[in-house]
């Protein structure tokens, strides 16, 4: 069955969609089958594979609110085994339409069952709040992987993070684990990132990714083009820091896979 990792932190901009996005895209070039579900109304997940969040063919708001199975809506990127579940601002009546809904928690876990067989990884984009639909993914989950940038005001909302996560353990989900803390956004130069980085790694320990996604251009540059980094450009210092968290990721679950490995499937792309 596929492992279901939800990235989440309510603070925007911390590199949350960039990360499901590339290590989605990572983990396809490694010859994983991925599922990207893009819970987030923004829907830049969506674009950012280069899917049309508006075309015709369904999105998560007909699986959560009209019942549509997944299955149905799911949509092909350019990476062949990486396919994406899209997203768009109808998402944002679903927080709304699910509030009376039975087991209203349990939506999304109870529409992805019926797909986990079909896929070795399952990334979960959270949109950017601790609202129901960050809820459903976080009891959808089996992780949660954080990504922090590496600045004062994103320690001070990680605290109501883990509190959200212990509860859904609590209430909801006892199985949900935290499968790591990414730090990105990071410039070495800057002598505050190395201290939020110094104390992020010394409360999280080994949960912390030794990868730290750096400050790039490239890497900000790739979604208006609607391609993940790997296939914008491999060269870039977020595809080689995107590659590194991905063979991390895979070696803490016994896979193990190299760097020219990932550099060749996204070249033949």
């Given at each position: 069955?596929?492992?279901?990792?939800?990235?989440?932190?309510?603070?925007?901009?911390v590199g949350k969609t960039t990360t499901a996005v590339n290590l989605g895209a990572c983990l396809a070039a490694a010859?994983?089958?991925?599922?990207?579900?893009?819970?987030?109304?923004?829907?830049?997940?969506?674009?950012?594979?280069?899917?049309?969040?508006?075309?015709?063919?369904?999105?998560?708001?007909?699986?959560?609110?009209?019942?549509?199975?997944?299955?149905?809506?799911?949509?092909?990127?350019?990476?062949?085994?990486?396919?994406?579940?899209?997203?768009?601002?109808?998402?944002?009546?679903?927080?709304?339409?699910?509030?009376?809904?039975?087991?209203?928690?349990?939506?999304?876990?109870?529409?992805?069952?019926?797909?986990?067989?079909?896929?070795?990884?399952?990334?979960?984009?959270?949109?950017?709040?601790?609202?129901?639909?960050?809820?459903?993914?976080?009891?959808?989950?089996?992780?949660?992987?954080?990504?922090?940038?590496?600045?004062?005001?994103?320690?001070?909302?990680?605290?109501?993070?883990?509190?959200?996560?212990?509860?859904?353990?609590?209430?909801?989900?006892?199985?949900?684990?935290?499968?790591?803390?990414?730090?990105?956004?990071?410039?070495?130069?800057?002598?505050?990132?190395?201290?939020?980085?110094?104390?992020?790694?010394?409360?999280?320990?080994?949960?912390?990714?030794?990868?730290?996604?750096?400050?790039?251009?490239?890497?900000?540059?790739?979604?208006?083009?609607?391609?993940?980094?790997?296939?914008?450009d491999i060269d870039a210092k977020g595809a080689q820091a995107y590659m590194g968290l991905t063979r991390e990721l895979?070696?803490?679950?016994?896979?193990?896979?190299?760097?020219?490995?990932?550099?060749?499937?996204?070249?033949?792309?």
């Amino acid at each position: 069955m596929a492992r279901i990792i939800a990235i989440s932190n309510q603070k925007g901009g911390v590199g949350k969609t960039t990360t499901a996005v590339n290590l989605g895209a990572c983990l396809a070039a490694a010859e994983q089958r991925v599922l990207l579900v893009d819970m987030d109304p923004q829907g830049n997940a969506t674009s950012g594979l280069g899917v049309d969040k508006h075309s015709d063919g369904g999105s998560l708001y007909d699986v959560l609110v009209h019942d549509e199975p997944i299955r149905n809506i799911v949509r092909q990127t350019e990476l062949s085994t990486l396919h994406v579940a899209p997203s768009n601002t109808d998402l944002v009546g679903a927080e709304v339409e699910l509030t009376s809904a039975l087991a209203r928690e349990h939506v999304l876990a109870d529409k992805i069952e019926a797909v986990e067989s079909d896929y070795d990884w399952i990334i979960i984009d959270c949109a950017p709040s601790l609202g129901l639909l960050t809820v459903n993914a976080l009891t959808a989950a089996d992780a949660v992987l954080i990504p922090l940038q590496t600045e004062y005001y994103a320690l001070e909302g990680l605290g109501e993070l883990t509190r959200t996560i212990r509860l859904i353990q609590r209430r909801l989900n006892p199985r949900l684990v935290l499968e790591g803390v990414l730090l990105t956004l990071y410039d070495g130069r800057n002598r505050l990132n190395q201290q939020v980085a110094a104390d992020v790694q010394r409360h999280f320990g080994d949960k912390v990714f030794e990868t730290i996604i750096p400050r790039n251009v490239r890497l900000g540059e790739a979604p208006s083009f609607g391609k993940p980094i790997i296939l914008y450009d491999i060269d870039a210092k977020g595809a080689q820091a995107y590659m590194g968290l991905t063979r991390e990721l895979l070696a803490r679950h016994g896979i193990q896979v190299s760097r020219q490995t990932l550099t060749n499937a996204a070249l033949s792309a």
